[in-house]
């Protein structure tokens, strides 16, 4: 089973409605993260959280709410899609700074298409 | 706007070629720079990182160069193979411990 497990994996729906996309890991990492990939942009952080009681606004939040159930699970919510929101999301999760790199550890991706 | 740029956005080369992609940057403060490797339809994955202290760091066929005075840094595949062919992101670590990553490029390598 991956560490890092995101779903949907693809998930089509049009403008206007509500979408949620979940993470969860098994790592026991603290920190957990979301990520959106667009071509010729790059991955762009939209919400960040380095514990179940700390959320923080990334590049890109305007559109977007998370919540932080519980250290392993870490959600994403649409309150309404609109186009350009179609996307490749990631969820990724590393360990607390101190004393190492802060290597990320990425899901496999949830495509997210808003007609 | 973009702290970490990145070029090319693709690039293609023949089998043994050396593909080199490069990273420019503008704060100061970022204090690690790691390259991440990502084949269709996967996450992101380290490739290799290095740290500012340091001009050059090789893991088997992969090298990074860091010039700090120029803030730039770049990614050089030696005897590059198909199995190399992915999308390619630097990054740079800033404040707080966040990743800021480049633009992506798209290399292809030709059999």
């Known amino acids: 089973d991956a560490d890092v497990t995101q779903t949907p994996r693809n998930r089509i729906t049009k403008t206007g409605k509500r979408i949620m996309l979940e993470c969860s890991q098994t790592?026991?990492?603290?920190?957990m993260y979301w990520y959106r990939q667009d071509p010729g942009l790059g991955l762009r952080l939209i919400y960040y959280s380095f514990d179940v009681k700390d959320i923080n606004k990334g590049e890109i939040s305007d559109g977007y709410s998370v919540s932080r159930q519980a250290q392993a699970k870490f959600s994403l919510s649409l309150e309404s899609a609109i186009p350009n929101q179609t996307a490749l999301y990631f969820c990724?999760?590393?360990?607390?700074?101190?004393?190492?790199?802060?290597?990320?550890?990425f899901g496999e991706g949830s495509r997210l298409t808003v007609l | 706007q973009q702290q970490v740029k990145q070029s090319p956005q693709s690039l293609i080369v023949q089998k043994g070629g050396i593909p080199i992609i490069n990273c420019a940057y503008e704060n100061t403060a970022f204090d690690y720079f790691p390259w991440y490797q990502q084949f269709p339809g996967k996450g992101p994955a380290l490739l290799i990182a290095?740290?500012?202290?340091?001009s050059e760091k090789k893991e088997g066929r992969f090298t990074i160069s860091f010039n700090k005075s120029a803030k730039q840094f770049s990614l050089h595949i030696m005897d590059s193979q198909p199995g190399d062919s992915a999308t390619y992101f630097c990054a740079a670590r800033g404040v707080g411990g966040k990743l800021i990553f480049g633009q992506g490029t798209e290399l292809s390598v030709k059999p």
């Open positions: 790592k026991g990492h603290d920190r």
């Open positions: 990724a999760t590393s360990e607390a700074r101190g004393g190492n790199t802060g290597e990320l550890f």
């Open positions: 290095i740290r500012p202290d340091v």
